[in-house]
């Protein structure tokens, strides 16, 4: 439990709320123009464009972005059930296989690695 001690509970609390705000905001003003399967791709945009405007403009402290680097790789056991429900899915789908999967390469991969790529250059 020492490691429980060292940990900076301000930067940690004001991250999640950072992250969940952004993306509640988004879903609510999506719901607005009646598409809010698009909230979390316009949420994680929109808080792509303010941390490279706060990057361009200033400096993003360095423990903000620890503690969304823990965050991100302590939150990928979160998609281990939507694996295991897509796999289900993906079963009973049978000849619309490829072109769902073209959907899901053209929508998930690309995007991620455009993400990544952005990120690691300006963050």
């Known amino acids: 439990m020492d490691w429980f001690k060292h940990i900076d509970w301000h930067i940690w609390i004001a991250t999640i709320i950072l992250i969940v705000a952004f993306r509640e905001g988004a879903l609510w003003l999506m719901t607005q123009f009646s598409h809010p399967e698009l909230g979390n791709l316009v949420g994680l945009m929109s808080l792509l464009i303010v941390l490279s405007l706060w990057r361009f403009f200033g400096h993003i402290p360095s423990n903000l972005i ?19 429900g897509s796999l289900i899915m993906l079963v009973h ?31």
């Open 66 to 84: 620890e503690t969304n680097n823990k965050i991100m790789k302590e939150s990928a056991f979160a998609f281990l059930p939507i694996s295991a």
């Open 93 to 123: 789908m049978g000849e619309k296989i490829p072109t769902f999967l073209i959907v899901l390469f053209i929508s998930t991969l690309i995007p991620l690695w455009v993400y990544a790529k952005i990120a690691k250059r300006w963050l």
